[in-house]
């Protein structure tokens, strides 16, 4: 294991540990009554979802594949009809939001410069080199979540959704340009933006503990853009993030 995975992994796993604790001692309780769960009840209200999540993956694309991400945060959710369709996609619609007031992307770091034509000349005038990249920090939310609920069984229940969201970071993200130095990449304008959109779809699914406390799982297909809010709009193009969070349900 190298020292940077190290270092990305320490917090993942203290976080999975603080969210699991939670659910591990509500497993230690005395069993629950034989009450149906959320999707399973025909007492005509529909649930409302507040939970806690943890979430972290890596860049797929070819040039971010070295890209990192973690984030920790809330989601709340509400259940907006009761259970449609035949069969197997029996359920119902929920609309959701989540924030995250910790979200981080390790980065590579790399050497790039300020750059201008000299007056009157082609040659290219240049500041020091600088290093860029590393550590971003920042708040990210997902005001738009659409998720269809599968009824599933009295224990799993599936579902998939497609989501769109917003993250600040405390540097313009990603970091551009770089050896060797040319006026398209190192010129004037040639930043990305503190503001990038997070389109994103997914599938997960609800473990039912107790007919209101779920622990739950999914993976997410997440892409960052700034939709040129920027002078320059590298993002990341794709990557796969996981979530595993607790939920309370109402």
Known sequence: MTKGFRGIARPFIGALALVLSVPLAVAQAPAASREATPFHTNSGKLP??????????????????SFKFLMAGVHAGKVLTGNYLPGPLHGNFEYAVEVFPFWQSY??????????????????????????????????????????NFTGTRRVSPWIQGAGGLVWTNHKYPAFGGQP????????????????????????????????RSIDFSANAVHISSASLGDKNPGVNASLQFTIGYSWWK
């Open 107 to 148: 980065t590579p770091k790399f050497q790039r410069a300020h750059c201008s034509v000299v007056s009157d000349s082609a040659n290219l005038a240049c500041s020091p080199l600088y290093t860029t990249g590393g550590t971003y920090s920042g708040v990210s939310i997902t005001p738009i979540i659409l998720r269809w």
């Open 48 to 65: 409302l979802e507040l939970g806690v999540l943890v979430q972290s993956g890596v860049g797929l694309t070819e040039n971010r594949n």
């Open 181 to 212: 130095l040319t006026l398209a990449n190192d010129g004037p304008n040639t930043d990305a933006s503190v503001w990038n959109f997070t389109p994103q779809g997914g599938v997960g699914f609800h473990y039912f503990l107790r007919p209101r």
